[in-house]
């Protein structure tokens, strides 16, 4: 009886779970060069099952994909006799790069609120911050400004819709990668929901990294600033006398 017992507790988390994600990516690797303008990932899977389709409560499907995350400062602008100047600055204490959340439906009908409080999905709830100074009474305008403007560098996206579940079992979809993108792994979460709660989830990452002349003068211009300023100075210079040396050229022909 021992040795039953012993199984069934090793079998009892595969019944707990009847649903979970197997997940596939176009790539898992970004690379960014001096000529990089964006790229495409393409997320895909499927739900697998341990007992048949459950037609009348449907699975949803929430996929979020983040950038690194950091401090962000973020200042306010008033006008002070025509000049526009820095008044009020809030730091953010994290942010991330870039963040894309994805849904098979309206964000609020896929996903409760408590469980976008416990696994901060949503772009509100990814970006952490915890204080700000006591002369600043609406801290939380700050933190709507840097979401404002980083969807309108498409930083931020909210893709509501945009994830297409076939037959409740496989589903894809298409997240855009701007050109401005910040170099590290890329935390990839995927969320299956029911009622609005998540009864599965699964976690990758993509990793973004420069290479060839990017990744050469980022490096330099980290371990040797002096050189990578002296080079720079040199180009610029270099730049100059040959715009110069092409006018008087083509003024003496």
């Not at 929430?62 to 820095?86: H, L, Y």
Request: net charge negative; proline share 4%.
């Amino acid at each position: 009886m021992r040795w039953l017992l012993s199984i069934l507790l090793m079998l009892l988390p595969a019944f707990a779970q009847g649903e979970e994600v197997v997940l596939g990516l176009s790539k898992d690797n970004v690379a960014i060069t001096t000529s990089f303008n964006g790229s495409e990932i393409l997320i895909f899977g499927a739900v697998k099952r341990e007992s048949p389709i459950d037609a009348e409560n449907p699975l949803e499907v929430v996929i979020t994909v983040a950038g690194p995350s950091e401090p962000v400062v973020v200042r306010r602008k008033a006008n002070r006799f025509g000049i526009w100047v820095n008044t009020d600055a809030v730091e953010v204490d994290l942010a991330p790069s870039f963040y894309a959340v994805a849904t098979t439906g309206p964000f609020n009908e896929v996903l409760s609120n408590t469980e976008d409080f416990r696994h901060k999905i949503s772009i509100d709830r990814a970006i952490r911050s915890v204080g700000a100074p006591a002369n600043i009474s609406d801290a939380e305008a700050f933190t709507a400004a840097l979401i404002r403007i980083n969807r309108s560098k498409d930083l931020y996206q909210m893709l509501e819709g945009q994830i297409a579940l076939d037959e409740q079992t496989l589903f894809r979809t298409r997240i855009d990668l701007p050109a401005d993108l910040t170099e590290g792994n890329y935390a990839t979460r995927i969320f299956l929901t029911r009622d609005g709660q998540i009864v599965s989830q699964y976690e990758t990452a993509i990793e973004v990294h420069k290479v060839g002349m990017e990744r050469f003068l980022y490096t330099l211009s980290r371990e040797n600033p002096v050189v990578y300023g002296l080079m720079s100075l040199v180009i610029a210079i270099a730049a100059g006398w040959g715009a110069s040396a092409g006018f008087q050229l083509l003024r003496n022909s």
